[in-house]
């Protein structure tokens, strides 16, 4: 069992960066890939990024990539997404997923999840 919970969100302006934390608890972090998800009220939730266990395999959506960047230290259980040159379209609560069975981009795959952190981004 895994237990996620994020933080680091808030209100940033266009172009500006920020850097959501997720701490994990629970023995079998470590061996779990990890994903990010985002979504805005009224809308399906969407693929942002994800990473291998090992961090050795980063992944991320068309429209983050380049801009964002997932990383994790699992000698603190702690999975990292920097937000960098933010746009007003990155408003969305963010929610921090593991171990996805075997896709990375689809959010069906993932058994763990946080309670969301907002970014809102203004313009």
């Known amino acids: 069992q895994v237990q996620l919970e994020e933080s680091g969100g808030g209100l940033v302006q266009a172009g500006g960066s920020l850097r959501l934390s997720c701490a994990a608890s629970?023995?079998?972090?470590?061996?779990?890939?990890m994903g990010w998800f985002r979504q805005v009220s009224g809308k399906e939730r969407e693929f942002v990024a994800g990473?291998?266990?090992?961090?050795?395999?980063?992944y991320y959506s068309d429209s983050v990539k380049g801009r964002f960047a997932i990383s994790r230290d699992n000698a603190k259980n702690m999975v990292y997404l920097q937000m960098n040159s933010l746009k007003p379209e990155d408003t969305a609560v963010y929610y921090c997923?593991?171990?996805?069975?075997?896709?990375?981009?689809?959010?069906?795959?993932?058994?763990?999840w946080g309670q969301g952190t907002q970014v809102t981004v203004s313009s």
């Open positions: 990473i291998s266990w090992r961090g050795d395999s980063t």
């Open positions: 997923a593991g171990d996805p069975t075997q896709d990375y981009y689809s959010d069906d795959e993932y058994d763990y």
């Open positions: 629970g023995r079998f972090f470590a061996g779990i890939g």
